[in-house]
């Protein structure tokens, strides 16, 4: 199975500021990523597929880059709707899975 | 709209059975590969199974083999997870999701979830 491990765990951040997540696979995966945000007890938005990719809707300071084991996901001016908790995931082979998740929080 | 909506949740016995449902509206089910990914209390997102577009084949993960299985009603635009031998660690929010390929274009993203139901596994 690939292991997809994010850092950091949780990051605190004032609106305006650049943030920057890093996804982490065992083993290559390409371009084979996505990205989610979820806030709490609602269910996760998607955001960003193969690796860097916008998914419609999405505004365009989520950008994310990286292929092969090292992925990131940067949020270029942080909103207040942008808190939340963010998860990647791989797409390469079956198991699906996903990174344990970073919490952008003030 | 797209919309998922799942239904059926609820509490069961360590041992026993549950059905979730998942309905599906706003696009054309028929034409897509359906997940269930699951979120236990305070944890993180976990995949659990999916189904091609025409139900002709499933992927699972090894925490729920054997034990679990996806089906789906595409003249009724439905999903279903059928879950036996259920476990207290099987607690958690269930969400359906859609798959972003259409028909035999996989990409394995999950691009509309439902709002999930809750499952809880406790004597």
């Known amino acids: 199975d690939i292991q997809m491990t994010q850092s950091p765990a949780s990051v605190s951040a004032s609106v305006g500021d650049r943030v920057t997540i890093t996804c982490r696979a065992s083993?290559?995966?390409?371009?084979?990523l996505a990205w989610y945000q979820q806030k709490p007890g609602k269910a996760p938005k998607f955001l960003i597929y193969g690796a860097s990719s916008l998914q419609s809707g999405v505004p365009s300071r989520f950008t994310g880059s990286g292929s092969g084991t090292d992925f990131t996901l940067t949020i270029s001016s942080l909103q207040p709707e942008d808190f939340a908790t963010y998860y990647c995931?791989?797409?390469?082979?079956?198991?699906?899975?996903f990174g344990g998740g970073t919490k952008v929080e003030v | 709209q797209v919309q998922l909506v799942e239904s059926g949740g609820g509490v069961v016995q360590p041992g026993g059975s549950l059905r979730v449902s998942c309905a599906a509206s706003g696009f054309t089910f028929r034409n897509y590969g359906m997940h269930w990914v699951r979120q236990a209390p305070g944890k993180g997102l976990e995949w659990v199974v999916f189904?091609?577009?025409?139900?002709?084949?499933?992927k699972d993960a090894d925490s729920v083999k054997g034990r679990f299985t996806i089906s789906r009603d595409n003249s009724n635009n439905t999903l279903y997870l059928q879950m036996n031998s259920l476990r207290p660690e099987d607690t958690a929010v269930y969400y359906c999701?859609?798959?972003?390929?259409?028909?035999?274009?996989?990409?394995?993203?999950?691009?509309?979830w439902g709002k999930g139901i809750t499952v809880t596994v406790s004597s």
């Open positions: 189904i091609r577009h025409d139900g002709s084949n499933t």
């Open positions: 083993q290559g995966i390409s371009t084979w």
């Open positions: 995931q791989q797409a390469n082979s079956f198991p699906l899975t």
């Open positions: 999701a859609k798959d972003m390929g259409r028909g035999l274009n996989f990409y394995y993203y999950m691009d509309v």
